[in-house]
């Protein structure tokens, strides 16, 4: 398994949050937080339709990570577990997933809440979602 796979970030997030410490851990410890994905403009079209979501996933490098460990105890817990049974950065491939509400889209920025992510952070995709599960509007 010595596969190269190589991905290039399509934007980066901005937030308030300049560094980790303070930073919180989870979407829901985040309600309300303000933040925005500034897209490359090269990307601007893959954004239509999207204000038609009320959340998206945010899929994106965790670049401050340094080194990986296969079992951790994650903040606010006693116990050791494997590392992907939680949701703690030091993972093999430095790859973090937050799912924040979309508030709108204006032109290739992504005004969004609930973000726990660090500001810089390059964005390596977006996926859609709704609080209610259905893809669309009417749907």
């Known amino acids: 398994m010595k596969a190269v796979v190589t991905y290039r970030p399509i ?41 038609g979501f009320s959340h998206v996933f ?11 460990a296969l079992q951790v105890r994650p903040f606010l817990d006693d116990t050791v577990h494997g590392i992907f049974a939680c949701r703690s950065p030091k993972r093999p491939n430095p790859i973090g997933l937050s799912i924040v509400k ?3 889209v204006a032109g290739s920025i992504l005004y969004i809440e609930d973000v726990d992510i ?13 609080s209610d599960g259905r893809c669309r509007e009417g749907t």
Do not use: W
């Open 102 to 104: 979309l508030v709108r």
């Open 58 to 68: 945010l899929l994106y490098h965790l670049h401050l990570c340094d080194g990986y």
């Open 11 to 51: 934007g980066f997030i901005n937030t308030p949050f300049k560094d980790i410490a303070g930073m919180p851990i989870q979407p829901a410890g985040a309600r309300g937080v303000a933040g925005r994905v500034i897209m490359d403009e090269s990307y601007r079209e893959g954004l239509k339709d999207l204000e």
């Open 118 to 130: 660090v500001d810089g952070t390059p964005l390596l995709d977006i996926k859609p979602s709704r």
